[in-house]
């Protein structure tokens, strides 16, 4: 097989895999409660990403994320999570030391995390992927 022939068989993988995962949701992450009852998940960001980028927890338990940052060094993040009614509840400067925010949600809603980050005339970090949601259930 020739080198063009194996680039062009690699390149139909690739767009095959792409299409057959695009549109795909992933399983949000659902942490279950520690000895203490807390609901503990580790966040990490990075090339403009939050992984798990969903998580669902449940009302009235404490909840601890862990945030930190991996690789991407030099380049500034933040890890800003928002109330369902807007309220910041957390800004931290994101490095590779973790992190922790603890808190127990009492309202049911959709609490989004983010980095605002951005720099002169480009996109801010969370319009290129770097957000994710929290949802908390009764």
Request: charged residues 20%.
């Amino acid at each position: 097989m020739t080198v063009a022939a194996s680039l062009n068989r690699l390149c139909l993988c690739a767009l095959l895999f792409v299409a057959a995962t695009a549109g795909a949701e992933i399983a949000p992450v659902r942490p279950a409660p520690g000895a203490d009852g807390a609901q503990r998940v580790d966040i990490v960001g990075g090339s403009y990403y939050f992984r798990p980028a969903h998580v669902v927890v449940k009302a009235g338990q404490p909840v601890e994320l862990s945030v930190r940052l991996e690789g991407m060094a030099g380049v500034p993040h933040r890890f800003v999570l928002e109330g369902p009614d807007g309220q910041r509840l957390a800004d931290l400067t994101l490095g590779e030391q973790a992190q922790q925010i603890r808190f127990t949600p009492t309202a049911t809603g959709r609490y989004l995390y983010y980095c605002p980050n951005r720099l002169l005339f480009f996109r801010d970090h969370r319009q290129r992927g770097m957000a994710g949601q929290l949802d908390v259930e009764e």
